[in-house]
């Protein structure tokens, strides 16, 4: 922030007279709580310090540093004596005073905007340093912020920055969130997408690699084709021979190799005759080999739509979650994609072998869900409960319509639980007991 904006923001606070509490939303944001839904939060991040309004914020932990306990201890319930900014600095101070007992302390909270040693002091009236956000060293620094020493003073300097006129102070708080917010979700954006990117590049390349039938065929032909030949001319090859060259059943000669692992060639043949076993098989399940690959690329295509027209962090989030530190990953299943919404696990198959196996795996009163009259993912929300929110079946319901390859528009999206599903052949199904949740795919 710039010392203009920071006076700005300290003359919009001075109709404040008390603080309710100040605590931790995030690593380096506090949150300042003034009254009922008034409240500012200053972000004391490194390089990009700034303060900003908003209506709800998301807590994701609560924190119990020595920090976050003075905090409380010395600002809730604590009169405004006065705010301020410091002169010749990016320095914001909030000055309290707080009775407890037959004591009134008086605390200072300073909010140091200065880039690279940008931090939150809390100080007694005396400068004398109670705890602070970052700890800094005699060896890093030659101003200590250490607990018990005595706060330096930054040396003030001159500010050649541009006069700035905030009209309105309020809106420019909620500005400055949502312009970081925007990058923010762009920078994300493009990280994920690119995760998913590399998903589908992968599959792509799996598909490319696998023979089309016309190769298999053919391949198979000359094992069973060689086969046959080996085995009416034992009498004539020599057991040194691995090549040499046959007439066939037509009367022409064919060039034919013997399997390097071959003793003799009765053994030869025997090889061979597996091998062209082994390729009829691998036809029979190449379109089936390819249709799963095919339905992976077009899901995580999907997905990487999603994610493109996501509106929030939390949205993106929801489709690719954080992975927790020290967390050891679980093998799941390659045709089954997880999500998780309000303490919820969704599954959702990527292609016929998920949707099988999520069919079979499911308990009686988990909710299955499908989009009407399409063929589509199936998906599975993990429930112990007869019913569910409408917000969590709705949900399911996106991901159903969304992680199909459907054209945009409007979809209705059958559920009901699994118990009053029948399975008739694969993934194909008979259900009773349903009710349908319109959905739009934008």
């Known amino acids: 922030m710039t010392r203009n904006q920071l006076l700005e923001v300290a003359n919009f606070l001075k109709q404040h007279k008390k603080i309710n509490t100040i605590y931790r939303v995030e690593d380096t944001i506090l949150k300042v709580e003034f009254g009922k839904n008034e409240a500012i939060f200053f972000d004391l991040k490194k390089g990009d310090s700034y303060a900003f309004l908003k209506s709800s914020y998301k807590v994701l932990k609560r924190y119990s540093a020595p920090f976050d306990i003075v905090l409380k201890k010395r600002f809730s319930n604590a009169l405004i004596e006065k705010i301020e900014v410091e002169d010749g600095n990016r320095i914001l101070k909030f000055h309290t005073k707080k009775s407890s007992g037959y004591k009134e302390h008086k605390t200072i909270l300073q909010l140091e905007f200065t880039g690279r040693n940008t931090?939150?002091?809390?100080?007694?009236?005396?400068?004398?340093?109670?705890?602070?956000?970052?700890?800094?060293?005699?060896?890093?620094?030659?101003?200590?912020?250490?607990?018990?020493?005595?706060?330096?003073?930054?040396?003030?300097?001159?500010?050649?920055?541009?006069?700035?006129?905030?009209?309105?102070?309020?809106?420019?708080?909620?500005?400055?969130?949502?312009?970081?917010?925007?990058?923010?979700?762009?920078?994300?954006?493009?990280?994920?997408?690119?995760?998913?990117?590399?998903?589908?590049?992968?599959?792509?390349?799996?598909?490319?690699?696998?023979?089309?039938?016309?190769?298999?065929?053919?391949?198979?032909?000359?094992?069973?084709?060689?086969?046959?030949?080996?085995?009416?001319?034992?009498?004539?090859?020599?057991?040194?021979?691995?090549?040499?060259?046959?007439?066939?059943?037509?009367?022409?000669?064919?060039?034919?190799?013997?399997?390097?692992?071959?003793?003799?060639?009765?053994?030869?043949?025997?090889?061979?005759?597996?091998?062209?076993?082994?390729?009829?098989?691998?036809?029979?399940?190449?379109?089936?080999?390819?249709?799963?690959?095919?339905?992976?690329?077009?899901?995580?295509?999907?997905?990487?739509?999603?994610?493109?027209?996501?509106?929030?962090?939390?949205?993106?989030n929801l489709y690719i979650p954080k992975a927790k530190k020290n967390e050891k990953r679980k093998k799941i299943d390659s045709n089954i994609e997880i999500f998780f919404y309000q303490d919820y696990k969704i599954l959702v198959g990527k292609n016929q072998k998920g949707n099988i196996k999520l069919l079979k795996e499911a308990n009686a009163s988990d909710f299955w869900l499908h989009v009407k009259d399409i063929p589509s993912s199936h998906v599975i929300i993990k429930n112990s409960k007869k019913s569910l929110n409408l917000d969590i079946i709705e949900f399911g319901a996106k991901l159903c319509v969304n992680l199909t390859k459907l054209n945009k528009g409007n979809y209705l999206v059958d559920y009901t639980q699994r118990r009053n599903v029948k399975v008739r052949e694969g993934a194909n199904v008979n259900y009773v007991d349903y009710k349908t949740i319109a959905i739009v795919k934008e």
């Open 119 to 316: 931090n939150a002091i809390i100080t007694d009236e005396n400068k004398i340093i109670l705890e602070a956000l970052r700890h800094i060293d005699s060896f890093t620094s030659t101003r200590e912020v250490k607990v018990g020493a005595t706060l330096k003073d930054i040396p003030p300097r001159e500010f050649k920055s541009k006069d700035e006129t905030i009209e309105d102070c309020e809106q420019f708080l909620k500005d400055e969130y949502l312009k970081r917010e925007e990058i923010k979700l762009k920078v994300i954006k493009t990280q994920k997408a690119s995760q998913v990117t590399k998903k589908i590049k992968k599959f792509q390349s799996l598909l490319k690699s696998i023979p089309s039938p016309q190769e298999i065929e053919q391949k198979m032909q000359k094992a069973y084709s060689d086969a046959d030949i080996v085995m009416a001319n034992l009498q004539n090859i020599k057991s040194y021979e691995k090549e040499f060259t046959l007439v066939n059943f037509e009367g022409k000669e064919v060039l034919i190799t013997l399997p390097k692992e071959a003793k003799s060639a009765t053994h030869a043949s025997e090889l061979l005759y597996k091998m062209a076993k082994k390729l009829k098989q691998k036809l029979k399940n190449s379109h089936i080999e390819r249709e799963n690959l095919i339905s992976k690329i077009e899901f995580y295509e999907s997905l990487k739509e999603m994610i493109e027209n996501a509106k929030s962090l939390d949205e993106i």
